[in-house]
């Protein structure tokens, strides 16, 4: 069985830093694409970053979170980070990993192989 999980979720002051980490099992994940979607409340998901296999190299941010999240991944142990730095308010949101083996699907959303069941955080201010 294929499985995401992420951890890392927290309570946080806004300017403090938050790593969520995604970790796959069941197959091997350096052939696939990774990224994260958020989910703030009473909003849609919405992407956050991806980042493609280490022989693409390329990374992906929405603008909100340019200059202030960073994506990177380990393929020796199967997964993928989200490190926030300067976390604000508005960053508040259900945090989802997922993996598809296409780049492109992340700037949908739609059709995402595997999907992680997400992790809470709160920034306030």
């Known amino acids: 069985q294929v499985r995401l999980v992420e951890s890392g979720g927290a309570q946080v002051q806004a300017g403090d830093s938050v790593k969520l980490s995604c970790a796959g099992s069941g197959r091997t994940f350096s052939s696939l694409a990774m990224g994260w979607f958020r989910q703030p409340p009473g909003k849609e998901r919405e992407l956050v970053g991806v980042?493609?296999?280490?022989?693409?190299?390329?990374?992906y941010y929405v603008d909100s979170v340019k200059g202030r999240f960073t994506i990177s991944r380990d393929d020796a142990k199967n997964t993928v980070y989200l490190q926030m730095e300067s976390p604000k308010p508005d960053d508040t949101a259900v945090y989802y990993c997922?993996?598809?083996?296409?780049?492109?699907?992340?700037?949908?959303?739609?059709?995402?192989?595997?999907w992680g069941q997400g992790t809470q955080v709160t920034v306030s201010s």
């Open positions: 980042i493609s296999t280490s022989r693409g190299n390329s990374i």
């Open positions: 997922a993996a598809d083996p296409n780049y492109s699907a992340f700037m949908t959303g739609r059709s995402i192989l595997y």
